[in-house]
């Protein structure tokens, strides 16, 4: 497997890795909220020697409503981002869903995030792969594992071959999503590292109505699943008050028991 370098001290896939997380908000609402959050979780990854890289949307292009808070936008999202990344020294993600937002992102960020529903679209992983960062991509829940592979190799054909795929739950039914985590070897099949998306698995998609609802209970279920499985990194939403979160409230983990949580999840990845 092609291990795949964030920065000096991350890297993520093989053997002598070891578990990675990738977490933060849903979108982001305000500085001072990804501030404390990013702050709040690096703080828990230090004390537990887990590499951390922080993650937040600028814009969420998908929402189900048209009322629905979408987050501060591409200038002002990428300048909160810029601002973690240097008052935390810490590798920020953010996903784009246009080739126009490729080269801006680029500028800040360490790893560009493919959306699930765009992970099919050439010319925009064609862009991701050029810009030389770090390209992950999410699976999109239509999609069988294998397939992924052609999207691989469409950011493969620029010379980028620092990929990640990312596990996120397949469509089952109305507003119900499904983890089969045989997908996770099979991901890894295509040659690249695997990370698991614990909190969007447990989405219910539109759900209620003019929004997603979720089931964040199973969070630490899922969790602990793909690690037992093999997954290389984790991709968390995490929040300090879920319930009153501007998007996907509903599937993210209370910022207080994130802690508790990765004690577990790193025995595990131990045994």
Do not use: W
Not at 120 to 148: C, E, H, W, Y
């Amino acid at each position: 497997m092609i291990t795949v370098q964030i920065n000096d001290h991350i890297t993520i896939g093989g053997p002598e890795a070891g578990l990675v997380l990738i977490a933060g908000p849903c979108v982001l609402e305000s500085r001072d909220g990804a501030f404390k959050i990013a702050e709040k979780t690096a703080e828990m990854c230090q004390r537990l020697a887990l590499p951390y890289i922080f993650k937040a949307s600028f814009d969420k292009a998908n929402r189900s409503s048209i009322e629905a808070y979408r987050g501060p936008g591409l200038e002002k999202g990428l300048e909160i981002l810029a601002a973690v990344k240097e008052q935390f020294e810490l590798p920020v993600t953010t996903d784009i869903h246009t080739v126009e937002q490729v080269e801006a992102a680029a500028a800040v960020v360490d790893i560009i995030q493919i959306p699930a529903f765009l992970c099919r679209q050439t010319d925009l992983l064609l862009a991701a792969g050029r810009s030389d960062r770090v390209v992950n991509i999410k699976k999109g829940q239509f999609m069988a594992p294998g397939d992924m592979r052609q999207a691989v190799n469409k950011v493969a054909s620029t010379g980028n071959r620092r990929i990640l795929l990312t596990e996120r739950g397949t469509t089952f039914g109305y507003n119900n999503l499904v983890v089969d985590f045989r997908s996770l070897p099979l991901l890894a099949a295509c040659g690249c590292p695997v990370v698991f998306d614990a909190t969007h698995s447990v989405q219910l998609p539109s759900a209620q109505g003019e929004s997603s609802g979720g089931d964040r209970a199973m969070i630490p279920v899922l969790a602990a699943a793909a690690v037992a499985a093999g997954a290389d990194a984790l991709f968390m939403e995490v929040h300090p008050e879920p319930d009153k979160a501007l998007c996907d409230g509903a599937n993210s983990l209370p910022l207080a028991e994130l802690e508790t949580l990765l004690k577990r999840l790193l025995a595990l990845s131990k045994v």
